[in-house]
Structure formats: structure tokens, C-alpha cells
Nanobody
Framework: QVQLVESGGGLVQAGASLRLSCAASGRTFAYVMGWFRQAPGKEREFVGRISRSGSTYYADSVKGRFTISRDNAKNTVYLQMNNLKPEDTAVYYC???????????????????WGQGTQVTVSS
């Protein structure tokens, strides 16, 4: 059974950094690993994703501030978030796509497995 477990969330002040991790178990070598987030009262939105080869794609709202990386040996993906803003406050979800990449792979429907989420709160 596939399991994705996020960690690293917390409460920080605006301008700070956080690094989220997502460890996958039960299945290896996802074609694509992605991050999404959902703020209270809003729909889940795409943050970014990384392919097995390392190619990345980001939402405009985080481009230049967030960086996704992956360690295939550890079956783990990371989301480095710099210069955090209050509007980044949300529950962050890790997702995995076990099918070959079809660009841009930025929709929830493009992913097959999901983590339980980790809360990120940015105070002003």
C-alpha cells in the first residue's frame, strides 16, 4: 500500500524559510512528485512538481521562492520555501503520479496518491 508522509510544517514569520519533506513507501520511483496546498475556504491549488528526471514546474505564485527537489534513493521529495508570505499559509500536500509524465501535470487529477498534509502558517 502506497503511503506518502509529509513533515516539516510549522509556524513562521513572514520572510522566513521552511523545508517540507515527503517520504514515500510501498512503491518506488514515482514518475512525478508534486506539492499542492489548500488554504481555509479555498480550493486545493498546485504549487509545483518534479519529474523522475528532475525537471520542475511551478505555479507563478511561488516561482523564484520555492524549490522542489527529490532524492530517488530515499524515495523522498522536498519543498524548500523561502521568503514566505502570509498568503502561503495553507495545508501542504504531497502527491505522486505513478504514470508517465504528461505536461504540465499541474492538476489534482494528474496525481494518483496523496499524503495527509502538513500545516504551514506564516504570520505577518
Amino acid at each position: 500500500q502506497v503511503q506518502l508522509v509529509e513533515s516539516g510544517g510549522g509556524l513562521v514569520q513572514a520572510g522566513a524559510s521552511l523545508r517540507l519533506s515527503c517520504a514515500a513507501s510501498g512503491r518506488t520511483f514515482a514518475y512525478v512528485m508534486g506539492w499542492f496546498r489548500q488554504a481555509p475556504g479555498k480550493e486545493r491549488e498546485f504549487v509545483g512538481r518534479i519529474s523522475r528526471s528532475g525537471s520542475t514546474y511551478y505555479a507563478d505564485s511561488v516561482k523564484g521562492r520555492f524549490t522542489i527537489s527529490r532524492d530517488n534513493a530515499k524515495n523522498t521529495v522536498y519543498l524548500q520555501m523561502n521568503n514566505l508570505k502570509p498568503e502561503d499559509t495553507a495545508v501542504y500536500y504531497c502527491a505522486a503520479r505513478w504514470r508517465p509524465l504528461v505536461v504540465p501535470a499541474s492538476s489534482s487529477a494528474d496525481f494518483d496518491s496523496w499524503g495527509q498534509g502538513t500545516q504551514v502558517t506564516v504570520s505577518s
